[in-house]
């Protein structure tokens, strides 16, 4: 399986992971918003795909979902964003969905579209680890990563997450659901512990992060750090006019974070 392309996020250094709503507040912005982090030296970049029930997400991201969907955000309109970006970028693209949206879609076509664009991989933070198999063989047979999360658990649901993970490991910091932390209270490093000794793919972590200390912080402990809802925020607040402030943000973040 090539994930070459995800693997070069974390190659010699530590990963900045930017997270975005495909088609908040529009599609055109959407675009400018992600170049702005490639320009900014994100190394990652995460498409969220909206959905009606987002469960996983707290206020900034669900409002998000809510606004795109308003503006008329569809699966395929997010391929088409995503194949854009494709074309200006060699950058390593994630789509984050729900289950909901890529079962619909279909498996297969789902998967052939990101391969055919040069999507490497996809989060779905409902698809539990269990039923995880139908949709990691299709993804697996067009070269796609299905990217795990591991949350606050037990050592060996870790071993079991870790050892068969594919693309990098989403390392959830806390429970619950997204959004701005002012202090990250699980005990991260014990996981990391763990992680490490099963995986044989990158670990960033991800939920709750949104300062430069933060992020300095947790890239200590990790091979990257993942940054959504402080991005999102960004958007909520500037509308179409958010991408120098992108830019500015994820700046300061990917210098704390090398």
């Known amino acids: 399986m090539n994930n070459s392309r995800i693997q070069s ?143 606050p658990t037990s050592e060996e649901r870790i071993k079991s997450i870790a050892e068969s993970a594919e693309g990098f490991l989403y390392i959830v910091s806390s429970l619950g659901v997204t959004g701005v932390r002012s202090e990250i209270k699980t005990d991260l490093a014990s996981i990391m512990e763990s992680v490490k000794k099963y995986a044989h793919v990158p670990a960033a972590i991800g939920f709750g992060i949104s300062t430069p200390e933060q992020a300095a912080k947790m890239s200590k402990l990790a091979d990257g750090v993942i940054v959504g809802s402080a991005i999102v925020r960004i958007i909520e607040k500037y509308g179409e006019n958010a991408a120098d402030e992108i830019y500015k943000y994820v700046k300061s973040m990917t210098d704390e974070v090398r």
């Open 9 to 151: 996020a974390f190659t010699n250094k530590k990963a900045f992971i930017g997270f975005l709503t495909a088609g908040d507040p529009t599609y055109e912005s959407s675009f400018n918003n992600i170049m702005a982090m490639v320009k900014a030296g994100a190394d990652l970049i995460e498409i969220g795909i909206p959905f009606s029930d987002p469960i996983a997400e707290g206020p900034v991201i669900q409002n998000a979902d809510v606004r795109a969907l308003k503006a008329g955000m569809t699966t395929d309109k997010a391929f088409e964003l995503a194949a854009r970006v494709r074309a200006k970028t060699d950058i390593p693209l994630v789509f984050m969905t729900y289950l909901n949206p890529v079962f619909k879609y279909g498996y297969d076509r789902f998967f052939v579209k990101c391969a055919e664009i040069g999507v490497d991989g996809l989060i779905c933070p409902d698809m539990p680890f269990e039923e995880k198999r139908e949709a990691d063989d299709i993804a697996k047979s067009y070269g796609i990563a299905i990217i795990s999360m591991i949350a």
